[in-house]
Structure formats: structure tokens, C-alpha cells
């Protein structure tokens, strides 16, 4: 098939590769494998943004190196069974060692501690072996060495998204060109042979892509890990015999973090609305992403068969034997078990959250509520001292500041699900103060009662959520991620829309207030991430929007206008609301009150 390209594109193609040229014996990258440099391709976002000159690019780019390295074929080919894996060993390139050694810290600061994925210590042996050539890789094949490159790489995409060392506006697509790389190194045909280091960096690329626009390819890549995973037995937890330790327990952790991710990644099962939807919203539903983060529901069940990973840091997991933690120094290992029982509420959440609050909750469903909720406060109360957010002394060693990082992240974990479980309750309670009594039958008064109460512990814990990111911005262990966005903008709508409920005494007037700031705050906690989550800057203007609504209906109430500009902050003038909608005519599965990242890129 003939790809039509104008000459404008050819010529710029043309002075790309003549700029290439010019820079090749300059470029930053140097491989210890060859003398392949890096392509450098993505500095140019004109050039990159646009798909056929990019992938023109891309083909043309990798025949030159290809042929300039003397390769006997196009690619170095192995044999796996009947199938045949080309591996591109001109990708096979890192940064100059002060980067790279840079960017793996970054990973280990920021990145390792909330999801740890990867066994340090095995991971820096290999990483080491690349700046000492008399030094024998670990690798027995190419394809495991492939696997390794390819993992370096994506460390190299999240460490460069949290490295403060990197202009800001530089960072994503600085990311992204680790990312291409590591594609290029992992084909999909890769996948034939299958081992815990490629879940590993199936994993590794899940948790990069969740910060990126790229949310369908997120949820699939996650979906490749858990199939590999099964593949390889660890659902089953195939390794309990082995007299690895080391094997043994990363293998339970990785096939943990593939249920914990999945769960991140989704909210519990939808249910049908009660009412009729019409056709043109029963389409977009279909196709659009209905979760929490990128919309997937979590269909992996956890069963008990493969046990919790034992709270052990890498350093003390034996390959002979069995290592303990020692017993004054707390694990790391601690924070990712901890989640796992949160995000086990998470999934056990009722069919209640929908997503639509076509209704308010009934009775039996409040109290469902209620009791997670109460599961939450026990995990809560149960976490060791080190990972309780209340511990305010400043951490003074690189490993108290990782142990501090977590605290925040089980922290956040804990608001999320919480607001997950209250969230629907508050929002159907704003709906029906609105359009009731025309659409909804009176609730009973035990019903009332307790969803004012359920509405309450939800604008508390939306306070909550609000006031830890915004603190967490001047800490020394900030978290950047998704979860972040997203969990503002939930707590953000929560405290919006409790405005219109009398019975919960909500205000936005008084800007100095406590949910006045807390909204203020949220649009600060959305600029300050507008760098590293791709979604970001859209997703402040759509909360802006949803303000606006919310105050244009009260305004209809009222009479009275409100001034928004104390909690818009600087930047209102920023915020495009488009057509102003009246509060009756919100479509309530609508992203406006039901936020997905993937609305919002």
C-alpha cells in the first residue's frame, strides 16, 4: 500500500536526518554492546506529533543504523521452538553513565518504593555489567538480554518523569523516547518466550503508561502481563517449592502487583442503571472508559492460593536459604502489603458504584457501605508506625524518605478507595436536592438519616485527600501519578457538589474557608501535574467547568452570584468552560461527574 506524503513532509524528513547526521558523533547515548548511536528522534515535537512522518522516520532511521553497524542480517535472529524473535541489537543503547546512573536513582527514590516491582539488587548486577565489558552478563540468551534492555529503558522513562533534574516541560516526551526504544527491543512476538523478567517489564510499562494518554494500551499491556503470568504458573504459585527463596517470593510479588495493579487500575463491576439510557449514551458508555483510572474491570480473582509475600527487602531474599528482615529495620515490603488489603476493599466494593447515580442508595446498600468503610478504618489502625501519615518528623536518610514516601502513599490509597465507596452516595444525594421532587420517590427517613451521615464522612475524607497532595507538594517525597489526578478530581467534585445539600453546611463563598481552600488547592495540585500526567491540564479546565455549573445552579436558587476567582486562583483566566449547562441537564455518567482520565486527554 503507498502512504501519500507531501513534499513538505519529505523535506522535513530530509533535514531531519541531515540534522542526525550532523549530531551523530555529539549524541548523549553510548551502548557497551556496539557503537550504535541513539536516533534522538523525539526532540522535534512538530516533527514527532505527526504519525507518518514519525513512523517514516522511525523505518528510515533504524535501516541506517542497521546497516552502519555491519550486521550480517537486518536483525540478530533466535530460535525459540517453531518461532523466530528478531531482536534489533542497535537498540540496545543507554545514556551517557552519569545519566543513566541518574535516572536508575530517580526509579529507586520515587518509583521502586510504591510499586516494587523489580529485585534491586539482581536488576543493578546486570545494569552493572554494562560499564565493565570484562564482566560476563547474566544473560544466557538474546532474548533475555532484549528483556533487560528494554526494562532498563522504561526505568530510564519513569525516572526521567520524576527526575527533577529534567525541564519540565521536557520530561514526557523525554519519557517517551525510552519507552519507543524499549517497543522496539520487546516485539510482541517476544512474548513466545515467556519468564517473570518479561512480566516484570510488562508491569514496569503499565505503570509508565498510566501517566501517559495512552490508556487503552495501559489496560492491554496489563492484561499481556496477567496472561504471561498464568502462563508461567504464578496464580498458582508454581515456585512454593522451590528452594530459591529469591524465586520464591518475587514471584508471589509480581503475581501480587498484577492483581493490585489491575485493581488500581479499575473500580468494582458496573451495573445496569435502573432507567433507560439513550441510544447515543448507551453507545459512548460502551466505548468509553467507565473506571476509576482507565476503565477496566478487575477480572482476576484472588483465591488464597498464592500467599502474601513476606515483608523481606531485597537485599535479604537468598537464593540458598532463607533471609530474614532484620528486626529493628522495617521493610519495605510493608507498604505494598498494606495495599494489597486496601485495594482488596477496593475490588469488594458494591455493584452500587455504577457510575450513573440514577438513585440514591437504599438502606441495605448504605450499611454495605458503612462496613467497608469501616474495613478501611482497621487497615487504617493496623499499619506499623512507619507508615502513619500522622508521623510528621522529617526523614534525615535516603531510606527514611523512601519509608515517608510510603506513608503518603498508603495514605492516599486509603482516601481513594474510601472515596470510591462514598463518592456515588454524595453525588446521587446532590441530584436528587435538585431534581427531586419531580424524578425521585422521597427516601424513607432512616434512609435519609444515613445517607446525610455517609455524605459526611465522604466531604471529610475529600478534605482529607486534598489537604495530604497539596501538603505533599513541598515535601521532599512528592508522589506525581494518576492516582493523584484522579484523586483530587474526585475529591474536588465531592466538595463542589456538596454545596447544593443544605444539611451539610458547605460553602465555597468564604474562599479562605476549609472547602473553599480545599478546592483552590485541588486546581494547585492539578497545575503541578500538569508536567508529568499527560491529562492534567485538561482535566483542570473540565473542573473549572463543573464549578461553574454547580454555580450557575445555585445562582438560579439563589439569586445571588458567587465569585469564583479566590478558589480559580491565578490562572482563571485559563479555565475555558464552553457552553454552560444547567444543573437538570448533566448527564450524570457524564465525565463532568463522573471523571476518567481517558476523558480528559
Known amino acids: 500500500m503507498t502512504v501519500p506524503v507531501s513534499s513538505n513532509t519529505l523535506a522535513d524528513i530530509e533535514a531531519r536526518l541531515q540534522h542526525l547526521e550532523r549530531q551523530k558523533s555529539t549524541a548523549p547515548w553510548q551502548s557497551p554492546r556496539n557503537t550504535a548511536e541513539d536516533q534522538g528522534r523525539e526532540n522535534d515535537s512538530t516533527f514527532a506529533d505527526n504519525p507518518t512522518t514519525q513512523f517514516l522516520s522511525d523505518m528510515t532511521q533504524v535501516a541506517s543504523l542497521q546497516s ?52 534491586l539488587p539482581s536488576f543493578r548486577a546486570s545494569y552493572m555489567c554494562l560499564w565493565e565489558p570484562e564482566r560476563p552478563g547474566p544473560w544466557e540468551t538474546l532474548a533475555m538480554e532484549a528483556t533487560f534492555y528494554a526494562t532498563l529503558n522504561i526505568v530510564f522513562a519513569l525516572g526521567c518523569i520524576n527526575n527533577s533534574k529534567v525541564e519540565p516541560h521536557l520530561k514526557l516526551r523525554t519519557a517517551e523516547s525510552f519507552y519507543r526504544r524499549a517497543r522496539t527491543l520487546m516485539p510482541l512476538d517476544a512474548l513466545d518466550s515467556p519468564s517473570l523478567e518479561v512480566v516484570q517489564y510488562l508491569l514496569l510499562t503499565t505503570h509508565y503508561l498510566s501517566f501517559t494518554k495512552y490508556s487503552h494500551r495501559c489496560g492491554n499491556t496489563l492484561a499481556v502481563a496477567i496472561r504471561v503470568s498464568q502462563t508461567l504458573g504464578l496464580h498458582v504459585d508454581k515456585e512454593s517449592s ?44 460502551k466505548n468509553r472508559l467507565l473506571s476509576s483510572l482507565f476503565g477496566w474491570r478487575a477480572l482476576t480473582q ?9 515483608a523481606i527487602d531485597d537485599e535479604y531474599l537468598l537464593e540458598d536459604g532463607d533471609g530474614v528482615q532484620p528486626p529493628a529495620r522495617p521493610s519495605l515490603l510493608d507498604s505494598f502489603i498494606a495495599t494489597i488489603k486496601i485495594f482488596d476493599v477496593f475490588h469488594r466494593a458494591p455493584d452500587i458504584n455504577d457510575g450513573y447515580f440514577a438513585r440514591a442508595l437504599c438502606l441495605p446498600e448504605l450499611a454495605q457501605v458503612l462496613q467497608l468503610n469501616e474495613e478501611l478504618d482497621q487497615i487504617d489502625a493496623s499499619l506499623p508506625a512507619h507508615l502513619r501519615s500522622d508521623n510528621h518528623e522529617k526523614p534525615s536518610t535516603r531510606r527514611g524518605r523512601a519509608l515517608s514516601l510510603q506513608a503518603v502513599a498508603v495514605k492516599i490509597r486509603i482516601l481513594h478507595t474510601r472515596l470510591v465507596l462514598l463518592r456515588p452516595n454524595m453525588l446521587a444525594t446532590a441530584r436528587r436536592t435538585i431534581l427531586a421532587p419531580a424524578f425521585d420517590a422521597p427516601p424513607s427517613r432512616a434512609e435519609a438519616t444515613l445517607g446525610i451521615e455517609v455524605s459526611t464522612i465522604c466531604v471529610q475524607a475529600a478534605l482529607s485527600a486534598i489537604d495530604l497532595l497539596h501538603e505533599n507538594l513541598q515535601s521532599c517525597c512528592r508522589i506525581f501519578s494518576s492516582t493523584a489526578v484522579y484523586v483530587t478530581l474526585s475529591a474536588a467534585t465531592v466538595i463542589i457538589a456538596s454545596t447544593l445539600v443544605p444539611e451539610l453546611g458547605v460553602s465555597l463563598e468564604d474562599g479562605a474557608g476549609p472547602h473553599g481552600q480545599a478546592v483552590a488547592n485541588a486546581f494547585q495540585v492539578l497545575d503541578e501535574h500538569r508536567w508529568q500526567i499527560e491529562g492534567a491540564p485538561r482535566a483542570r479546565g473540565q473542573l473549572g467547568r463543573f464549578l461553574e455549573t454547580v454555580n450557575k445552579e445555585k445562582r438560579r436558587q439563589s439569586g445571588v452570584d458567587h465569585d469564583l476567582s479566590a478558589i480559580l486562583g491565578p490562572n482563571a483566566t485559563d479555565v475555558e468552560f464552553g457552553e454552560e449547562g444547567t444543573f437538570d441537564e448533566i448527564d450524570f455518567s457524564n465525565p463532568l461527574w463522573n471523571f476518567q482520565l481517558w476523558d480528559l486527554v
Open 302 to 310: 484472588l483465591d488464597g492460593k498464592v500467599p502474601l509475600p513476606s
Open 242 to 285: 522451590s528452594k530459591s527463596q529469591l524465586r520464591r517470593e518475587m514471584s508471589r510479588r509480581v503475581w501480587h502487583l498484577c492483581i493490585t495493579m489491575e485493581r488500581y487500575l479499575t473500580i468494582p463491576p458496573l451495573t445496569r442503571p435502573l432507567q433507560p439510557i439513550p441510544f447515543k449514551t448507551a453507545v459512548l458508555n
Open 68 to 119: 552502519s553497524a555491519s550486521l550480517d542480517h537486518a536483525s540478530i535472529q533466535r530460535r525459540s521452538g517453531a518461532c523466530l524473535v528478531e531482536t534489533d541489537t542497535s537498540s540496545m543503547v543507554v545514556p551517557r553513565r552519569a545519566t543513566a546512573d541518574d535516572l536508575i536513582d530517580c526509579y529507586e527514590r520515587f518509583v521502586y518504593p510504591l510499586f516494587p516491582i523489580l529485585h
